[in-house]
């Protein structure tokens, strides 16, 4: 299993809220990372930009299914959009 995985997505309307920015929307690259402490940090950018955010709600607790559990609960949230972020997880 990697700490560092990786994915791009299109936020839904509402986009993806994040600690620095509010929100944002359209082409994303999503990046979730093991903090090694048992959390996991979430952090989002506009595809092909420089600047990297922090989703609301980062670093949030690893439950049972790891690190591919938080990345593909935060794709799909990111897809759904609505203010995306990591409440709940």
Do not use: F, N
């Amino acid at each position: 299993m990697s700490d560092v995985l990786q994915d791009q997505v299109t936020a839904g309307p509402g986009g993806v809220m994040t600690a620095e920015v509010g929100v944002v929307t359209g082409d994303l690259t999503l990046v979730t990372r093991d903090c090694g402490d048992g959390h996991a940090d979430v952090s989002v950018q506009y595809t092909g930009a420089a600047e990297w955010y922090t989703v609301a709600g980062s670093p949030v607790r690893l439950r049972e299914g790891g690190l591919p559990e938080v990345h593909d609960t935060v794709l799909k949230r990111a897809e759904a959009g609505d203010g995306a972020d990591l409440s709940g997880i």
